[in-house]
């Protein structure tokens, strides 16, 4: 699938679900910047390879957040996807609830897998988007329902590092 495929059937599933925005970081259930590739929906949606970035998915836009490390990469790999730039800390770039707010109507419904969304940035988001009365739908990986040939969770073992390394005992 290309790109626009893949947010194509994104949004086919967001119509279905009543969802008027899919929202796509790249963390995993840790808040890792660099996750497995179970992990990697943002990469996968949007084709941009960069370890940070964050996708809004609405019914007729989309837009993409990553900060200055990746300004020029992101360009180049969203080319011919119609996905804006949203270039971070820039004047005039506005945050994503910010974004949203403007965006989505009194009402509206925001979804999102929330085990890679952190509890910091949902407050945020939902501290500016009470104030229209926007909902959050947080069980909803939907990528899961297209994407194919999804890499596996990894089954790997954990191991426990020592307080000489980690500074602090873990238990």
């Given at each position: 699938?290309?790109?626009?495929e893949?947010?194509?059937?994104?949004?086919?599933?967001?119509?279905?679900?009543?969802?008027d925005?899919?929202?796509?970081?790249?963390?995993?259930?840790?808040?890792?910047?660099?996750?497995?590739?179970?992990?990697?929906?943002?990469?996968?949606?949007?084709?941009?390879?960069?370890?940070?970035?964050?996708?809004?998915v609405?019914?007729?836009?989309?837009?993409l957040?990553?900060?200055?490390r990746?300004?020029?990469?992101?360009?180049?790999?969203?080319?011919?996807?119609d996905?804006?730039?949203?270039?971070?800390?820039?004047?005039?770039?506005?945050e994503?609830?910010?974004?949203?707010?403007?965006?989505?109507?009194?009402?509206?419904?925001?979804?999102?897998?929330?085990?890679?969304?952190?509890?910091?940035?949902?407050?945020?988001?939902?501290?500016?988007l009470?104030?229209?009365?926007?909902?959050?739908?947080?069980?909803?990986?939907?990528?899961?329902?297209?994407?194919?040939?999804?890499?596996?969770?990894?089954?790997?073992?954990?191991?426990?590092l020592?307080?000489?390394?980690?500074?602090?005992?873990?238990?």
């Open positions: 699938m290309t790109v626009t893949r947010i194509t059937a994104l949004r086919k599933q967001m119509k279905e679900k009543g969802i925005a899919y929202l796509v970081p790249t963390d995993d259930f840790h808040g890792s910047e660099y996750v497995g590739d179970y992990f990697k929906c943002r990469k996968y949606i949007t084709g941009f390879t960069g370890s940070a970035g964050t996708i809004v609405l019914e007729k836009e989309a837009a957040w990553t900060d200055g990746y300004f020029l990469q992101a360009e180049k790999e969203l080319e011919d996807s996905i804006d730039l949203m270039k971070m800390f820039q004047p005039d770039v506005p994503i609830d910010e974004y949203l707010f403007d965006k989505l109507s009194e009402n509206g419904r925001i979804a999102f897998d929330g085990r890679t969304v952190s509890i910091a940035f949902a407050e945020q988001l939902n501290k500016k009470s104030l229209k009365n926007i909902s959050f739908v947080y069980d909803a990986d939907y990528i899961d329902d297209f994407w194919e040939d999804r890499p596996e969770l990894s089954k790997e073992p954990v191991w426990r020592s307080e000489k390394y980690a500074g602090v005992d873990s238990f």
